[in-house]
């Protein structure tokens, strides 16, 4: 599966940063209505979390806050979309 193998690449690069084709893979499953397979890559979305949340303590406070706001404003997003 295309996912897990982008997941999986992820994982061993986290800043490698976004990539437009989790966002296809994404939809291609919201479009055929099925759930993503999270739970064959649990430990790779948890290391990219936690590289993630080490890169965020190493920002300064200005940088943190930009992205604090880029978080709620894609939540914020989310939300809607979801309404």
Same mark, same amino acid.
């Given at each position: /599966? #295309?996912? %897990?193998? *982008?997941?999986?690449?992820?994982?061993?690069? #986290?800043? /490698?940063?976004?990539? #437009?084709?989790?966002?296809? %893979?994404? $939809?291609?499953?919201? *479009?055929?209505? *099925?759930? #993503?397979?999270?739970?064959?890559?649990?430990?790779?979305?948890? $290391?990219?979390?936690?590289?993630? $949340?080490?890169?965020? =303590?190493?920002?300064?406070?200005?940088?943190? =806050?930009? %992205?604090?706001?880029? %978080? *709620?404003?894609?939540?914020?997003?989310?939300? $809607?979309?979801?309404?």
């Amino acid at each position: /599966m #295309p996912g %897990i193998a *982008l997941m999986r690449a992820w994982a061993k690069a #986290p800043d /490698m940063g976004h990539e #437009p084709r989790r966002v296809d %893979i994404e $939809a291609e499953y919201s *479009l055929r209505g *099925l759930k #993503p397979p999270y739970e064959l890559v649990r430990a790779e979305m948890e $290391a990219i979390t936690q590289a993630t $949340a080490g890169a965020i =303590e190493d920002m300064d406070e200005v940088d943190r =806050e930009r %992205i604090e706001n880029q %978080i *709620l404003s894609l939540r914020s997003g989310e939300k $809607a979309q979801a309404n």
